[in-house]
């Protein structure tokens, strides 16, 4: 009958983590593994500028009416020009307000599927946990090219490029625009370079996520390789997030972005995107866009919300730095230097799985398989403790 013959799903590899270290009874647990930012008291803040953007929200709205099947235009809007800045190819940029960059990533994989339905979708190796599972829903092939090296824990540029040979025209390259996930190893400009001409040569579609711009050497800084591409390639998607550096982590706030040969063609394959969501969610959840929107149009705003993602960014720099001064010095080895040259909110150590369980069931330290690691989770409190159970192993 139906319903009868289902099995219990796998639990989620990260969220089951944090439900975990939650359920831990020991004084000194630390949670590592879900990708949220926390200051030095262990909290996710509401910002500043999102806390006075949803004051003015609640005075000035007059209706919770439908707001339409491609989200807040505006907001739209404002997220291109952050992404795109003046880059020439956001003239045939359009854009779909998505429940999370994970909607976004959903929308474009049924768009890619309904176009070419053989193609294939090339991950990085490693990548963020629910991109080949979201390709693959959709119905989608997927691929791996090499990119993290866990030797020297970089990204293998001139391997990566070999591999991406193979990537045609049916083929679409997932490509992190800033702070990888889960590495914290990014793509060097070069490599960029070299994308951008392998895409203009064998026809392959950039495919970029945009999830932490801003945190890793700052809001433009980060965006400085996609945007390159943008400028060069006859056409790509992106995806964006807010949960990062709005902190919007539970209103779901995404945008799926679109940059055809025309803009006539974008929004043709607007209309499609569009199509999608009505047979899956049918419209986005409005509040954070409605305070992005807010956010991104006024000037003083704005200005309050980049100084306080800066203050994050930096934050998040200074405990890397500090992580890897207590590594050194309780050591004596620059085995863990290289936490220091990853950006964003993660970093890779390389762990087997015996070693997280024993950081896991020792010390309460949770972190993700593979040695994936929280830095924007750590309190500065916590960094003795957590040097000393890695060095412990």
């Keep these: 009958m139906i319903l009868e013959n289902l099995k219990e799903a796998a639990k989620d590899p990260i969220l089951s983590l944090s439900t975990a270290c939650r359920q831990d009874t020991n004084p000194n647990k630390v949670d ?18 999102i806390k006075i ?15 339409g099947l491609a989200g807040n235009e505006a907001f739209n809007q404002v997220m291109i020009d952050l992404m795109l800045g003046d880059s020439s190819s ?28 053989d193609a294939t979708v090339w991950l990085s190796d490693l990548s963020y946990a629910n991109h080949a599972p979201i390709m693959k829903t959709a119905g989608l092939k997927v691929r791996y090219f090499p990119y993290f090296d866990p030797e020297t824990k970089r990204v293998q540029t001139d391997a990566m490029m070999t591999c991406l040979q193979d990537a ?12 990888h996930n889960p590495t914290g190893a990014d793509l060097p400009f070069e490599g960029w ?14 495919f970029i996520d945009i999830a932490y711009q801003g945190f890793g050497d700052g809001m433009e800084e980060d965006v400085r390789g996609f945007r390159y591409l943008a400028e060069r390639v ?14 919007l982590y539970r209103e779901r706030t995404g945008i799926a972005v679109v940059a055809a040969k025309t803009l006539e063609q974008s929004n043709r394959v607007k209309t499609r995107i569009v199509e999608a969501a009505r047979s899956s969610y049918t419209m986005p959840p409005d509040h954070g866009a409605a305070l992005v929107e807010i956010i991104l149009n006024d000037d003083m ?30 050591s004596g080895s620059s ?31 949770y972190l993700v398989g593979g040695g994936r690691i929280n830095i924007a989770g750590m309190q500065e409190r916590q960094i003795d403790y957590i040097a000393q159970s890695i060095l412990s192993l």
């Design 301 to 330: 705003l704005k200005a309050n919300w980049l100084a306080e993602v800066e203050s994050m960014r930096l934050r998040i720099e200074g405990l890397r730095h500090k992580l890897v001064a207590t590594l050194r010095g309780k």
């Design 193 to 206: 370079e070299r994308v951008t001409d392998m895409s203009i040569k064998q026809g392959f579609l950039p």
């Design 90 to 117: 956001k003239q045939r940029a359009v854009g779909i307000q998505t429940p999370g960059a994970s909607g976004a990533l959903r929308m474009l994989a049924d768009v890619i599927k309904a176009s070419t339905p």
């Design 32 to 49: 590592l593994g879900i990708g949220v930012y926390r200051d030095d008291q262990g909290i996710t803040p509401v910002m500043e500028a």
């Design 168 to 179: 045609g025209a049916n083929d679409a390259v997932l490509l992190h625009g800033c702070c």
């Design 335 to 365: 085995h863990y230097d290289f936490i220091a040259q990853h950006k964003g909110m993660f970093s890779v150590l390389g762990m087997t799985p015996e070693e997280e369980k024993i950081l896991r069931e020792k010390y309460a330290i």
């Design 53 to 67: 953007a949803e004051k003015r929200l609640l005075q000035e709205q007059s209706t919770k009416a439908y707001i």
């Design 234 to 247: 006859e056409s790509y998607v992106l995806t964006g997030s807010c949960s990062k550096h709005f902190g």
